[in-house]
């Protein structure tokens, strides 16, 4: 059975660090892409980008290039999303998921709320 | 601003046909393949519809796909309360190196 478990909620201070964490099962890790996937409060969907695991080839949305950064151990099936200093309009659920292709995404991990607060 | 235009609600009564419109391009809609998503409140998105028209196992043949030039649309029949949701389309977009594209969205509700 597939699956993609993620890492726990975190509430974080603006300027902090933080690396989110996507665990895959079931498959053949390093043949699958992997999305990750914002969702502000209220709001719609929004590609952040992909990673390929077998050869960690990564490709970004305009939107999120360079303010986040994308990488994956194949030892350990997991994938991660990493900022390096968060802002409060990082304030979202995200989600990460298998891509297929042409915007697929099979499986969907449950999700990971991140709280940025003073 | 979504790149795929999507009307933000919907609604109908319990038994009717609705349609969901997903407007693109031809660097997306034009020349990919289309998917929808189901999102149920304060759930993670579920594949319902993949390559313009096919079904994951598991979806009822009540949800529906297709796809023409540079518009798709998803149609649910027989409308149950359980489909109150939020829908999504998404595709691929040849432009910029290649990106996945979402609609903004559409929150249907059953009357």
């Known amino acids: 059975e597939v699956q993609l478990v993620q890492s726990g909620a975190e509430v974080k201070k603006p300027g902090e660090s933080l690396k989110i964490s996507c665990k895959a099962s079931?498959?053949?890790?390093?043949?699958?892409?992997i999305g990750w996937v914002r969702q502000m409060p209220g709001k719609g969907l929004e590609w952040m980008g992909i990673i390929y695991p077998g050869d960690s080839d990564t490709r970004y949305s305009p939107s999120f290039q360079g303010q986040v950064t994308i990488s994956a151990d194949k030892s350990i099936s997991t994938t991660y999303l990493q900022w390096s200093r968060l802002k409060a309009s990082d304030t979202a659920m995200y989600y990460c998921?298998?891509?297929?292709?042409?915007?697929?995404?099979?499986?969907w991990g449950q999700g990971t709320l991140l709280t940025v607060s003073s | 601003q979504s790149v795929l235009t999507q009307p933000p609600s919907a609604s109908g009564t319990p038994g009717q046909r609705v349609t969901i419109s997903c407007s693109g391009s031809?660097?997306?809609?034009?020349?990919?393949?289309v998917n929808w998503y189901q999102q149920l409140p304060a759930t993670a998105p579920k594949l319902l519809i993949y390559?313009?028209?096919q079904r994951p196992s598991g979806v009822p043949d009540r949800f529906s796909g297709s796809k023409s030039g540079t518009s798709a649309s998803l149609a649910i029949s027989g409308l149950q309360s359980e489909d109150e949701a939020d829908y999504y389309c998404?595709?691929?977009?040849?432009?910029?190196?290649?990106?996945?594209?979402f609609g903004g969205g559409t929150k249907l509700t059953v009357l």
């Open positions: 390559s313009n028209n």
């Open positions: 998404a595709t691929w977009d040849d432009s910029l190196n290649g990106l996945v594209v």
């Open positions: 998921a298998r891509h297929i292709r042409f915007g697929e995404f099979d499986f």
């Open positions: 031809s660097s997306n809609i034009g020349r990919n393949t």
């Open positions: 079931g498959y053949s890790f390093t043949t699958y892409w």
